[in-house]
Every structure is written in C-alpha cells, then in structure tokens.
C-alpha cells in the first residue's frame, strides 16, 4: 500500500479544513453520481416490470406490448393506459421517481405547453410538452461528462506543449510562441460558427472543435514552470547520467508543473461547461433535442410567460458552477506552500 508523503498529507489536511470547498466537492461528486443513473431516476420505462410471474426490465430492454398483453408487436408504451392496466391486473410495475424521459412529451394535459409546476411536472414542461426535471437530469450528466471529457483533453495537449516550449526553450520556444499569439488572436466564435454551418453537430465533433481553441489554458503556466525547473541541480544531473529528455521531464519536472494544473482544472471544467451552454444558448451546440441547460435557458428567454423555464437554468447552472469555483478556491489553498507549512 503505497503511503502518503509528509506534504501531499498536509496538502489534504487543507482541503479538508476548508469546509466549503470540501462539502462543495463532496455534494459535486454527489449530484454527478445521481445524474449518472439518470435512466434509473427519470424514465418513461418502468425499472422492473412482474408480469404473470415472470420479471423484466424495461429499462435495460425493449419488449414489444404483446408481452403484456398488447396487440400490436410495437415497443410497449408504458403510459398507454390500456398496458399499464394489463400490467396492475397481473402483476407490478416499479417506476422512477420522475416517470418521463428527456424526451417524453406529455398529450394528456389540461393547459398549454409550457405547462406551470404541477404534482406530476415537478418543474413544469418546456414549450414541446417534456418534462423539465427529466431533461435537467440528463442535462446535467450530459454538461458534466462533455466539461470533464474538454478538460482532460485540454489538459493533456496544454501540458504537453507547455512542457516542449519550457524544457527546450530557444527556438522551439519562440516558434511555440509565435504560434500561440497567432492562434489566440484567431476569432474563436466565428470559426465556431463557420464549423457548425459545415459539419452536422454532435458531442464528440462539437468536442474536437473546443479543443482545438481550449488547449492553450495551460501553455503559459505549464511553460514557466519547466522554464525554472529545467535548470535545477537534480535535473541536470539526471541528464549528466545519461536520462532520455523524455524521462527527465516525466520524472523529475513534470511533478512540479503538476501543482499548477491540479490547481487550475477546476476552473477549467467550469469554463468547459460554460462554453457548452453558451454555445447551446446560441443554438450552435449539440443536436435539437438534446437535453442541456443551455438549451433550457433559451427556452427561458423565448417563453417569458414560462418563468419557471429560466429561473430552473440559472438556478441550477449557478449552483453547478459556484460549486466548482469553490473546489477550485479549496484546492488553490491547499497547493499553496503558504498555508501548508
């Protein structure tokens, strides 16, 4: 069992100590575990389904309605009336806490849609009828996985780049320069714009596309941290005896820059999901249909007389990013060489 240094111990002691970052964090990881079982909290399915004797799951599964008693070899709609009345006469149905889908688009209403919060719509329905905690749910897990997913990414070329320019300085890192004012004077939204026009959206394109203009968040501090480090009397004596400059800046220079890019991720994911729910905002994201808070927020702006449409995106996207300000806060205190002395 590998045992933790003195510092990296001190370290957590720190973070522990700064309660709000460390309860934002825990309640973070606790809403991103819930949203990755949404199906398990938010579907038009039922999770288990006892029928005659026999048990299946509908959310794992698709069963034509014949298999309860249906007449059609269709996929069983479980808020048909006629199947879910099949289903309470011979047998049980376990559903959700929330029983709509992202997409599920409620017909048997009594007011237009964008319908207000009711005792079925927690949160009311947008302008096409679906359920708005349904698709916060999925939204969230959604803005999450693509936040972390451009982070790593990002992450991982920034720190990359940074490394090459800073170790090898010179001219590598003059031509590294060159290119990174050039790239950063390029206008990013006009490209995003163009690129959206040309290319059919999706999560992994729209991905590809923000990290091509994310990755340079942590050039410059990944850059200067090699600038000091590559000329410290443990590196060059590695490279006396004969170490790859691959394995010197792995081993011996990479740990260093490390605490400046831990420090900085948090603020990163932020701005990541950020960028998503701008561009879905815009109408430049992901696919119609999908479920983010972006495209919640616009629904807000274009239905006024829905308050509840708008007030739920920015509730929750504020909650989601002021939790992640305050784990970054956390985690900047705790690498701090100050205050874990």
Same mark, same amino acid.
């Given at each position: 069992?590998?045992?933790?240094s003195?510092?990296?111990?001190?370290?957590? =002691?720190?973070?522990?100590?700064?309660?709000?970052?460390?309860?934002?964090?825990?309640?973070?990881?606790?809403?991103?575990?819930?949203?990755?079982?949404?199906?398990?909290?938010?579907?038009?399915?039922?999770?288990?389904?006892?029928?005659?004797g026999?048990?299946?799951?509908?959310?794992?599964?698709?069963?034509?309605?014949?298999?309860?008693?249906?007449d059609?070899l269709?996929?069983?709609?479980?808020?048909?009336?006629?199947?879910?009345?099949?289903?309470?006469?011979?047998?049980?149905?376990?559903?959700?806490?929330?029983?709509?889908?992202?997409?599920?688009?409620?017909?048997?209403?009594t007011?237009?849609?964008?319908?207000?919060p009711?005792?079925?719509n927690?949160? #009311?329905?947008?302008? @096409?009828?679906?359920?708005?905690?349904?698709?916060?749910?999925?939204?969230?897990?959604?803005?999450?996985?693509?936040?972390l997913?451009?982070?790593?990414?990002?992450?991982v070329?920034?720190?990359?780049? #940074?490394a090459? @320019?800073g170790?090898?300085?010179?001219?590598?890192?003059?031509?590294?320069?060159?290119?990174?004012?050039?790239?950063?004077?390029l206008?990013?939204?006009?490209?995003?714009?163009?690129?959206?026009s040309?290319?059919?959206?999706?999560f992994?394109t729209?991905?590809?596309?923000l990290?091509l203009?994310?990755?340079t968040?942590?050039?410059?501090?990944?850059?200067?941290?090699?600038?000091?480090a590559?000329?410290f =009397?443990?590196?060059?004596?590695?490279?006396?005896?004969?170490?790859?400059?691959?394995?010197?800046?792995a081993r011996?220079?990479?740990?260093?820059?490390?605490?400046?890019?831990?420090?900085?991720?948090?603020?990163?994911?932020n701005?990541?999901?950020?960028s998503?729910?701008?561009?879905d905002?815009?109408?430049?994201?992901?696919?119609?249909g999908?479920?983010?808070?972006?495209?919640?927020?616009? @629904?807000?702006?274009?239905?006024? @007389?829905?308050?509840?449409?708008?007030?739920t995106?920015?509730?929750?996207?504020?909650?989601?990013?002021?939790?992640l300000?305050?784990?970054?806060?956390?985690?900047?205190?705790?690498?701090?060489p100050?205050?874990?002395?």
């Open positions: 069992m590998t045992r933790l003195p510092l990296t111990r001190r370290r957590l =002691d720190s973070f522990r100590r700064n309660r709000r970052g460390y309860r934002s964090l825990w309640l973070f990881l606790a809403v991103f575990f819930l949203t990755l079982f949404a199906e398990l909290v938010a579907n038009d399915r039922p999770i288990l389904v006892s029928y005659q026999r048990l299946y799951a509908p959310v794992l599964k698709d069963y034509p309605e014949t298999t309860f008693g249906g059609f269709t996929y069983a709609d479980y808020r048909d009336p006629y199947i879910a009345g099949k289903i309470a006469e011979n047998g049980w149905a376990l559903w959700p806490p929330v029983r709509f889908s992202f997409d599920t688009i409620g017909y048997d209403v007011r237009p849609h964008p319908a207000p009711s005792a079925e927690w949160l #009311g329905t947008d302008d @096409q009828g679906r359920d708005v905690l349904a698709r916060l749910i999925y939204g969230l897990r959604l803005s999450i996985l693509f936040g997913a451009l982070t790593v990414a990002s992450t070329i920034g720190v990359a780049a #940074g090459v @320019q170790y090898f300085g010179g001219r590598v890192d003059l031509v590294g320069q060159r290119f990174l004012e050039v790239w950063g004077g206008p990013h939204l006009l490209i995003l714009i163009i690129v959206a040309m290319i059919a959206p999706g992994w729209l991905l590809g596309v990290v203009f994310s990755w968040s942590l050039v410059g501090v990944v850059r200067a941290e090699f600038l000091r590559r000329n =009397d443990y590196v060059r004596a590695a490279k006396a005896l004969g170490m790859g400059d691959a394995r010197v800046m011996h220079v990479l740990p260093n820059a490390m605490v400046a890019t831990l420090t900085f991720m948090p603020f990163i994911l701005g990541s999901i950020v998503l729910t701008a561009l905002f815009l109408g430049l994201g992901l696919p119609p999908s479920p983010s808070l972006g495209e919640l927020l616009s @629904q807000g702006k274009a239905n006024l @007389q829905a308050p509840w449409l708008g007030i995106g920015f509730v929750v996207l504020a909650a989601l990013l002021s939790l300000v305050f784990v970054g806060e956390a985690v900047r205190d705790a690498f701090d100050r205050k874990t002395t």
